[in-house]
């Protein structure tokens, strides 16, 4: 078997049961920040070392400039596979796979979730390693978690006789169980499915070719006809929109017969709702975990993070609770797993918190709305060194920019200047204009927008360095 392994990293979704510091627009992988790393930051550093190689991260084209600057703060280089919508895990880590394969189909890949934690990344890599064995008879190693109680939220993967390699087969794998059956599962050796496996790119084209023929021709089309830039794959959309939309375990790992499993004790969660945050996050004396500017006082078993107002909880137990600028969420630590229905109402009365932050990520940085009115609205916005706004218009709106920090470039109509802080420039409505960092250091201005309609959508695009047009 070659080696290094390429980690393939699942990084397309977005995590509702963690809302509101979760959201569509900047989900749990990059927002969840731990030890001063995001979680998607951790996933990347746990598979960096001589034993593997460049990293390909499987995601969207809103989520790819997110991740590209995220893996800039740990000096990380990755190529990206970008999918043009969302088919559940299956498609996406196929196509990945065949574009990794393509100069060596014996490769093993080590596909990874982005938002996963894992305290032991020691014993997180001991494992890999000793899967690797198992790949070079085109099995597929999956790593099973031993279990720290019966957890329903969970599925489990029942072990079966152990293999020369020292994994052992897969008897079969289970959905998540009601409390007495998880009991019992525990009783009887069975694992957590972490979701997480190993394979070579040959045996994984195959067993999806093998149980999904039909869906595999349309990855393999999608595959081939990518548009391909420097270290990007983009997807042909309409094959791609051919396959089912399938997760890799319903598509595969559930069906082969070729499935193995290596225990794996590591600290391991899939921080899928608050309580499992709070479950595995550091907490004082009272079983408290709190973030950002929080007062506790007679306060037991709770999980409270702020960023923004001081916010104090007194004398209650088991609550979850979260503020942001824009939301705030308040439940009871043992019903989280229920936000979801929260973040579903939201959409449906149009309430446009359900997935997006007062805070917006773009390609060139990020701006965050700080007032608003009928008709007039105030940003705050950030420009990367480098970063370039694209050259457009509004047909509603005109704007007046007045920067605040570092030196801005501004565009408008056929004028070019250079704007340092305290210094301002009108935008007339329909105005061809741009925006843009020259330098190293982040440029800050303060956007006043006034007009009959202020929408995100009322931009015309003429020219972008981030394909946008």
Request: glycine share 8%; hydrophobic share 40%.
């Amino acid at each position: 078997m070659s080696c290094p392994i390429r980690p393939l990293i699942m990084c397309g979704g977005a995590g509702t049961r963690l809302w509101p510091m979760s959201r569509e627009s900047f989900p749990k992988q990059f927002a969840l920040r731990v030890g001063g790393y995001s979680i998607f930051q951790q996933t990347v550093l746990r598979v960096t070392g001589p034993e593997f190689g460049r990293p390909v991260i499987i995601t969207n084209q809103t989520y790819r400039f997110i991740a590209e600057q995220q893996l800039a703060e740990i000096d990380v280089l990755a190529d990206f596979v970008l999918e043009p919508a969302r088919r559940d895990t299956a498609p996406a880590i196929i196509a990945a796979a065949t574009l990794a394969g393509q100069s060596d189909p014996d490769v093993p890949l080590l596909i990874l979730a982005s938002d996963h934690q894992v305290r032991d990344g020691e014993a997180f890599r001991t494992a890999v390693l000793a899967g690797l064995p198992a790949l070079a008879g085109g099995w597929l190693v999956t790593f099973g978690i031993l279990p720290t109680d019966p957890a329903t939220g969970y599925g489990y993967i029942e072990p079966g006789e152990t293999l020369p390699s020292g994994a052992r087969t897969v008897r079969r794998f289970i959905e998540k169980p009601d409390a007495e059956r998880a009991r019992s599962y525990v009783l009887d050796g069975m694992l957590w499915n972490s979701g997480n496996f190993m394979a070579s790119a040959r045996t994984l084209i195959e067993e999806y070719a093998l149980h999904q023929p039909a869906s595999a021709a349309a990855v393999a089309r999608a595959a081939e006809q990518a548009t391909v830039s420097p270290g990007v794959f983009a997807l042909e959309a309409k094959s791609y929109g051919e396959a089912e939309q399938l997760s890799i375990d319903y598509a595969v790992m559930e069906r082969t017969a070729r499935a193995v499993v290596v225990p794996l004790a590591c600290g391991w969660s899939d921080v899928g709702n608050w309580d499992l945050l709070w479950a595995v996050s550091d907490q004082d004396g009272a079983g408290n975990v709190s973030r950002g500017e929080v007062v506790l006082s007679d306060a037991h078993g709770c999980y409270v993070s702020s960023d923004g107002p001081l916010t104090s909880v007194h004398g209650v137990e088991d609550l979850i609770v979260i503020v942001n600028k824009d939301a705030i969420l308040v439940t009871d630590r043992h019903r989280s797993g229920e936000v979801k229905q929260i973040v579903e109402g939201l959409r449906q009365t149009g309430r446009q918190e359900a997935d997006t932050h007062c805070k917006v990520y773009r390609p060139w940085g990020w701006y965050q709305v700080t007032d608003c009115g009928d008709d007039f609205q105030v940003k705050r916005i950030v420009v990367h060194p480098k970063g370039r706004l694209s050259l457009q218009r509004h047909g509603h709106r005109a704007e007046h920019w007045v920067v605040v920090r570092g030196t801005a470039q501004v565009t408008v109509g056929e004028e070019v200047r250079l704007l340092t802080p305290n210094q301002h420039a009108h935008i007339p409505l329909g105005a061809v204009h741009r925006l843009e960092n020259p330098g190293n250091t982040p440029v800050e201005l303060v956007e006043v927008q006034c007009g009959d309609y202020l929408g995100e959508d009322d931009i015309v695009r003429i020219e972008d360095i981030y394909q946008r047009v």
